[in-house]
DNA sequence: CGCGACGTTGATTTGCCTCAACGATTGTGG
DNA sequence: CCACAATCGTTGAGGCAAATCAACGTCGCG
């Protein structure tokens, strides 16, 4: 069970057997409908997801009502708004399934109690921020240094089977500018 | 000595006074002039870093030849770039102190010996890392869903003291716009 | 004192947005 | 399984926020 996720965390750290067994019995699977909500603007974020399967994006509606989106996880990435769980306080965010998708996800409430029992989680958890961290930046470094074209030529060059997978509409939100603004860069060959 | 230190990690995780020692022996100080460079771009980048005075920023240089900043560190945040630090690449960053600024390191070589040491350390990084996730994300954002103007007004309101301290051309670089365009933001009161 | 770094101001340009109208595709209930 | 609506994508005209470029002012420092 959960074979996917003890996969990815054998990455980082082993773990016995013993201890995958304690680990699974602190987790849960899910299952999202495309569209469906796994956290709502002003809800308090009940859990962080691992996808095993499928996609999820975070976003927030701006003033004007559009949708801009945040990130994405697909498979063997990690979802949560990480103030929202920590804090239990209001999200600003909605996280939502993009596509049908299957997460395992572990409760605040059992959040402690897994450090607790296994303190090697800390650091694996610590090299999975790492890299999100990173991630970030360096999103934050190509909307400083690019124009949206080419930002979109190179998400297009390095990611092509993930551009086929979301509706353009969430690409460009992600990518910075409006669908308009896609459907015309697309149409110039 | 590191004071400053262990009264910031006090926030997050109970250290026993010999844990506090150990710690202190895998430390050290540094003192940096005001734009003196801690990391060059295609460098390794050798510690994570602590402010304990001062300040330090991230920038890159883009394509035009125009600093970019990517984040700033003022007095109990950290500072690496943590890719090149754990992976020992080239870093695509530079790491500048902006004034006077005095740091303590945890210099690379000895980082897996202190997480083996103290692995309650991985749970106080982790939180930290937390923070600069979440900080990063908030930074997308505004970057989303702000005009420049909004985004410099919104920053003199939450840091009055903080754009004191740095030139304008550095803040003008963070907050995503050019040095003259702060300039007008400024002179229309 | 003089030079280089930093900041200001104005004229012009441009990347992208806004709005609107119109296809195409998808999903759903009858 | 079709009809129709809703969602999604395309295209074009016009507008605006911010960049670019250039010239000039000012201040701190060797």
């Known amino acids: 069970m959960y074979a996917e ?30 569209k469906e909500l796994l956290l709502n603007e002003g809800q308090v974020c009940r859990a962080n997801y691992f996808v095993v399967k499928g996609c999820l994006r975070m976003y927030f509606i701006d003033i004007k009502g559009a949708e801009q989106t945040i990130q994405f996880a697909i498979e063997n990435w990690w979802m949560s708004d990480h ?37 090697k989680l800390e650091r ?39 551009i086929q997978r979301i509706p353009q509409y969430m690409l460009a939100s992600y990518l910075g500018f409006t669908p308009e603004f896609l459907s015309k860069i697309r149409a110039k060959k």
């Open 5 to 34: 996720l003890h996969q990815h965390i054998k990455r980082f750290v082993y773990l016995s057997s013993e201890e995958e067994a304690l680990l699974s019995s602190l987790l849960k699977s899910f299952s999202f409908r495309k």
């Open 124 to 162: 694996y958890f610590r090299l999975v921020l790492q890299k999100s961290h990173s991630a970030a930046q360096m999103r934050i470094k190509y909307l400083y240094s690019m124009t949206g074209e080419e930002r979109y030529r190179q998400f297009a060059h390095l990611f092509p089977e993930f």
């Open 83 to 119: 103030t929202s769980l920590q804090f239990q306080n209001a999200s600003q965010f909605y996280i939502q399934a993009t596509e049908a998708t299957e997460v395992i996800a572990i409760e605040h409430h059992q959040q402690e109690e897994l450090f607790n029992k296994l303190p």
